[in-house]
């Protein structure tokens, strides 16, 4: 028997004081908020009462310790999978604001809908897919928790939704520590739930590719 259920969790906010786009670059941890923040996330999904048996969570810093919370809570030891990481970004350290006003940046937001700035949206897609039918298939029963990043999340909801990859990255929906449910029929992924079980309204959310 394969999973029930599989939520996608993001992490939580990054003690981030220059506002970079920080992508893949390492030591960027989670704020003492940000850990607030994933302890919600963990105590949403163990208040629907619905077991997890599996963790996982991207390589990064502020992902594994936002996974921390939920192998407490359930008593897992969380694997970690490079196929569910942040994706690459050229603009890696840089504050957003500057860097799209540099005429030597514009030849990397020539094509927004590959995107040119990084890694193209359908290799996000497939990279998560692949994480996401492993996990799946390799739990015996209950839910798999996945601790990942808001493109990787929201690129999936748009490929499961079957909605254009191309997007606006300031109006994604996928907010600090929240939770993307999904379920399988077959081969076809099916959104079931979003929450946001966290507190963010003050938050420091500019990191994100």
Known sequence: MPADRLHLVRHGEVHNPGRVLYGRLPEFRLSGAG????AAA????????????????SPLQRTRESAEPFAEAF?????IDERIIEPTN?????????????????????????????EPYIEVVER????????????ESGDVVLVSHQLPIWITHLA??????????RKRRCALS?????????NEWREVAYAEPATTADAVDVGAV
């Open 128 to 139: 998560m897919d692949a994480a996401m039918v492993a996990a799946w298939d390799a739990a």
């Open 35 to 38: 850990r607030a923040m994933a």
């Open 160 to 169: 499961v939704a079957g909605e254009p990859l191309r997007h606006d990255p």
């Open 42 to 57: 963990a105590a949403h999904v163990a208040g629907l009462e619905r077991p997890v048996t599996a963790l996982y969570a």
């Open 90 to 118: 050229v603009f890696e350290g840089k504050r957003m604001r500057r860097a799209v006003l540099n005429p030597g940046n514009w030849k990397y937001l020539s094509d927004p809908a590959l995107p040119s700035w990084g």
């Open 178 to 186: 929240s939770v993307t449910s999904f379920e399988r029929r077959g």
């Open 75 to 79: 008593g897992l030891d969380p694997v």
